[in-house]
Structure formats: C-alpha cells, structure tokens
C-alpha cells in the first residue's frame, strides 16, 4: 500500500509518499509560503531527482493538488494516478477528546474547527485542506494521527493542573502534551538500537516547536507542552510558559485587550521575544557570537529551561538511560546541547562531541542496530546516562498508523 503523509504549518506544507510494503520513501516535498503574496518555494524529491517551482500558491488545498500534479507528472512522477494513493495520513494536531488515530469524519473535523483556540496555527489549515481533500478524491480514506495520541498514558498527576474542577471536567483543561509522533519515533528507535524495551528515555525535541518528554519502555509518562502547544518550554516565537495573571496587569498597563495580548504571546514571544533578533536559532547563535546580550540571554534561558524539565523528569522516571536529542536545534547545535548537558554530574552524565564511536564498546553496550545517517551517542564511555543525537522521523510513524487503521474496520477507535 503507498500512504501520503501530509504535514501542515500555517504557511506551508510538507509529505512523503511511502511503499508501506518495504517502508521506502518514494518521494517528498514541500512547499512553503502558501497564501503570501511572493512566489511560494515549491520542491520535490523523487526518485532522488529534485525539481523546483516557483509560483504563488492561494492556499493548502492548491498545495496539496500541486503535489499530488508532481506525484502523477508523466515524465518525472512516481505515481501512475492518484488512485494509487491508499490513504492520506495526517500528523494532525488537536480534536480535544477525540484523540486516537481516526478515519476522517464529520465530527473529527467539527471538534478541530471549534477548539481551533487550542492550536490555531494548525487546525485552521488542516480542516480546510482535509475537506477539499475528502470532496476532491472521495475514494481515498483519510487518516488523522492526533499529536496528543501518545501521551494518553500519562498518569493524572502529572495531566491535572490545579484549575477549578469545572475547567477539568467540562473543558477539558489539562495537559495534553503534542510532538507524539516525533517522542513516539525516539522510543521506537531507542529500543531497536540497544535491544531493549524497558529503556527510561528522556526525548529533547528541539526546533521551531520544542518539547521533552519522560518515557519508560516507549510510552510517554510526563511531558513539557501541556494544554496548548503554545505551553512548555520557549518555543520559536511563542511564548512557553508563563504566570498567567502576568497578563491582567500588562492588559491594564497597555490598554490592550486579552486576545491581542494572547496573540502577541503567540507570534511574538518565545525565542524571538527574548532576543528581539530572529525566531531562528541559528541567527540567534550568530548574534550572540557578535555580542549582542539579549541574543545570549535567550540561548541561556532555552538551555536553562530544557535543563530544569530534564531534572523534573529524571524524578519522574526514577533516573534514565538515555537522552536524546532531536530536530533541527537537538541535532545541529552543540552550544545547545553543551549548555543543557554541563553541570549534571549529579547523575553522572557526561558528554564529548568529538569522540569517535568505538564499535566494541557499543557492542558492549548491547547497541544492536546500525547507525543511521545523523545518529551518534555522544556520552562518554562512562557516562551513567547515555546521550543520543536521533534524527526524527514523525513522518514513518503517521504513515505506519494511517496503514494499520484504514487495514482495520472503518469507524472512531
Ligand atoms: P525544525 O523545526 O525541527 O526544522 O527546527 C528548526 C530550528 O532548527 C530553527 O530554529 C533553526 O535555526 C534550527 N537549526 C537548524 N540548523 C541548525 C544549526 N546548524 N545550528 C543551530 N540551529 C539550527
């Protein structure tokens, strides 16, 4: 069966198409600036040839039509029709209750449009491409792999927050947690590298979007995002957390009212808040190297933070054996890493990004699987806890879930 997996952002769009028989990846693309004025920037991957386009694009469904064009081009495509597609699966983000993997449907897509407040970068998007989806290829099932899936198992004590109990009971108020199919992917892949299926691993998604979270034999037991994927740690541009009565007073200072300032929280906190650069790590690092003090302040409260909620969760888990850093900040920035990982001698970690990987001490190790591209543990010898670098795959996972619920009789799980 070939599955297509779609992942939305506000202004962009990105899939892979999958032979779920062998697990390859026969293509992927993306498209970014959707709805912008500008020519949107338009690749695709096939086959290892990469092409480019460049045209505006109107919106997500003109998106998705333009990959699936790609997909069935008749000189460069891979698909002889769309038909070939068996489902579409969605990393989808938040439908309140109904979470789970489901068959697209009415009520999946109400919940999505009327709690849109949660994750109003996200659900927006996808509800309208899903529906021009369904009307465009009413043949083809799609599939809605909620983000908040994985941490179902979290116990309450660590999903409660102390709201009034109506909030609780009839909102819904509590922590959700997101990034499951990202911490899903890191457990599967811990337990395949070192053979081991009762492993604690603390996974540090760090990108544009960011959360921790504590599992213990792949399944999530705490974890950083709570209600809303604008919570947790500082994110890109949005906020984390914060004292929420912060608000009231900056409201009556301002004279701003509530949803300006929750927008405001959203577009312009987070690291580009703080550093008043860029919501762009990278440019961040670069400003701070140049001397810039409020750059700096922000990289060492990103690093203080992913700190503090490595400590709570070491309490959670009674200890860990693994780390792992993921996304485009976990794999690429050692001063990120460094910082979060110098002064845990409490717990015997230590680190070195330069040592070489010895293949007997892995093996030692019980490491059992090859390494695959990007993937390097970089504790020392005797480092008690080890410290992976795992480059994510959120994308296998959502096509693995689609196949398995569309080989299953249709309905709500
Ligand atoms: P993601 O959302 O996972 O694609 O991650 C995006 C974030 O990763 C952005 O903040 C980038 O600045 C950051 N990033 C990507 N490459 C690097 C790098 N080489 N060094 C530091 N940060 C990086």
Same mark, same amino acid.
């Given at each position: !069966?070939?599955?297509?997996?779609?992942?939305?952002?506000?202004?962009?769009?990105?899939?892979?198409?999958?032979?779920?028989?062998?697990?390859?990846?026969?293509?992927?693309?993306?498209?970014?600036?959707?709805?912008?004025?500008?020519?949107?920037?338009?690749?695709? !991957?096939?086959?290892?040839?990469?092409?480019?386009?460049?045209?505006p694009? #109107?919106?997500? #469904?003109?998106?998705?039509?333009?990959?699936?064009?790609?997909?069935?081009?008749?000189q460069?495509?891979?698909?002889?029709?769309?038909?070939?597609?068996?489902?579409?699966?969605?990393?989808?983000?938040? %439908?309140?209750?109904?979470?789970?993997?489901?068959?697209?449907?009415?009520?999946?897509?109400?919940?999505?449009?009327?709690?849109?407040?949660?994750?109003?970068?996200?659900?927006?998007?996808?509800?309208? %491409?899903?529906?021009?989806?369904?009307?465009?290829?009413?043949?083809?099932?799609?599939?809605?792999?909620?983000?908040?899936?994985?941490? +179902?198992?979290?116990?309450?004590?660590?999903?409660?927050?102390?709201?009034?109990?109506? &909030?609780?009971?009839?909102?819904?108020?509590?922590? &959700?947690?997101?990034h499951?199919?990202?911490?899903?992917?890191?457990?599967?892949?811990?337990?395949?590298?070192?053979?081991?299926?009762?492993?604690?691993?603390?996974?540090?998604?760090?990108?544009?979007?960011?959360?921790?979270?504590?599992?213990?034999?792949?399944?999530?037991?705490?974890?950083?995002?709570? !209600?809303?994927?604008?919570?947790?740690?500082?994110?890109?541009?949005?906020?984390?957390?914060?004292?929420?009565?912060?608000?009231?007073?900056?409201?009556?200072?301002?004279?701003?009212?509530?949803?300006?300032?929750?927008?405001?929280?959203?577009?312009?906190?987070?690291?580009?808040?703080?550093s008043?650069?860029?919501?762009?790590?990278?440019?961040?690092?670069?400003?701070? +190297?140049?001397?810039?003090?409020? #750059?700096?302040?922000?990289?060492?409260?990103?690093?203080?933070?992913?700190?503090?909620?490595?400590?709570?969760?070491?309490?959670?888990?009674?200890?860990?054996?693994?780390?792992?850093?993921?996304?485009?900040?976990?794999?690429?920035?050692?001063?990120?890493?460094?910082?979060?990982?110098?002064?845990?001698?409490?717990?015997?970690?230590?680190?070195?990004?330069?040592?070489?990987?010895?293949?007997?001490?892995?093996e030692?190790?019980?490491?059992t699987?090859?390494?695959?591209?990007?993937?390097r543990?970089?504790?020392?010898?005797?480092?008690?806890?080890?410290? &992976?670098?795992?480059?994510?795959?959120?994308?296998?996972?959502?096509?693995?879930?689609?196949?398995?619920?569309?080989?299953?009789?249709?309905g709500? +799980?």
């Open positions: !069966m070939k599955i297509l997996v779609a992942n939305l952002g506000s202004t962009s769009f990105k899939y892979g198409l999958f032979d779920m028989q062998t697990e390859t990846e026969l293509a992927r693309g993306g498209i970014d600036r959707i709805g912008q004025e500008a020519d949107s920037n338009c690749a695709v !991957m096939i086959g290892g040839h990469r092409q480019e386009i460049q045209r694009i #109107a919106d997500h #469904a003109a998106a998705v039509q333009m990959c699936l064009d790609q997909l069935t081009d008749a460069t495509g891979c698909l002889s029709s769309v038909e070939e597609v068996g489902a579409v699966g969605f990393k989808a983000v938040f %439908a309140g209750k109904l979470s789970g993997v489901r068959i697209v449907d009415d009520a999946l897509l109400d919940a999505m449009e009327t709690l849109a407040d949660v994750a109003p970068a996200h659900n927006p998007p996808y509800v309208k %491409a899903m529906r021009q989806l369904r009307a465009a290829f009413p043949a083809i099932p799609l599939v809605a792999a909620l983000e908040t899936a994985f941490h +179902e198992t979290i116990p309450e004590e660590y999903r409660t927050y102390a709201v009034p109990h109506e &909030w609780r009971d009839m909102y819904d108020v509590r922590r &959700w947690g997101y499951g199919a990202s911490h899903r992917y890191i457990g599967t892949r811990m337990a395949q590298l070192t053979g081991r299926d009762d492993l604690k691993v603390i996974s540090c998604h760090l990108g544009g979007s960011s959360s921790i979270c504590a599992m213990e034999g792949g399944v999530s037991r705490s974890t950083s995002m709570g !209600m809303t994927p604008q919570s947790g740690l500082p994110q890109n541009n949005r906020v984390g957390d914060m004292d929420p009565f912060a608000l009231r007073l900056v409201k009556r200072l301002s004279g701003k009212d509530y949803d300006t300032l929750l927008d405001e929280l959203a577009s312009q906190g987070g690291l580009l808040g703080m008043g650069v860029s919501n762009d790590l990278r440019d961040i690092e670069q400003a701070a +190297e140049r001397g810039n003090t409020q #750059a700096e302040l922000a990289l060492k409260v990103y690093a203080a933070d992913i700190k503090r909620y490595i400590g709570q969760f070491l309490a959670v888990l009674n200890g860990a054996d693994a780390i792992v850093f993921t996304g485009g900040i976990g794999e690429n920035s050692t001063r990120i890493r460094s910082n979060v990982c110098d002064g845990m001698d409490y717990v015997g970690l230590r680190i070195n990004e330069s040592s070489v990987q010895n293949p007997e001490a892995s030692r190790r019980g490491e699987e090859t390494l695959s591209e990007g993937e543990r970089i504790s020392t010898g005797d480092s008690r806890i080890d410290v &992976w670098i795992v480059p994510t795959n959120e994308e296998i996972v959502v096509a693995r879930q689609t196949m398995n619920r569309v080989s299953r009789v249709q709500p +799980e």
